[in-house]
């Protein structure tokens, strides 16, 4: 099946505290700008994240066609520049700015 990538082509988006879904149907189309639902982490190592916000909708091509190491329901900080993604049950996204006791999670400074 070679038309099937279960990996996401990602484009990365600057966070500014909109949170909007930005998935795109096309690589090269636009996206697609609903209120995100969950924010989608497609892979995750100690220093790097590759993360997503997504509709209800996307999440339902995503849970279809994409493979996905965790996932949460979007709030207020998962868009916020400053914020990092807490590995925890259940996960979700922290402000880390002047917090280096957050362990093995990824920042999203340089
Ligand atoms: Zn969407
Ligand atoms: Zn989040």
Same mark, same amino acid.
């Not at 900080?77 to 520049?81: D, I, M, S, T």
């Not at 700015?97 to 093995?104: F, I, K, V, Y």
């Given at each position: 099946m070679p038309d099937l990538d279960p990996f996401p082509q990602l484009t990365a988006i600057p966070k500014t505290g909109a949170l909007t879904c930005g998935h795109r149907?096309?690589?090269n189309g636009d996206p697609c %700008?609903? $209120?995100?639902a969950w924010h989608v982490a497609w892979q995750m190592t100690a220093t790097k994240a590759d993360l997503s916000l997504v509709c209800d909708a996307c999440m339902q091509a995503v849970q279809r066609c994409l493979v996905y190491v965790d996932r949460h329901p979007a709030r207020l900080?998962? %868009?916020? $520049?400053g914020t990092g993604w807490l590995t925890q049950e259940p996960s979700r996204c922290v402000w880390v700015?002047?917090?280096?006791?957050?362990?093995?999670n990824w920042k999203d400074r340089p």
């Open positions: 149907f096309t690589p %700008g609903w $209120p995100a900080e998962c %868009g916020k $520049p700015e002047d917090d280096a006791s957050c362990g093995p």
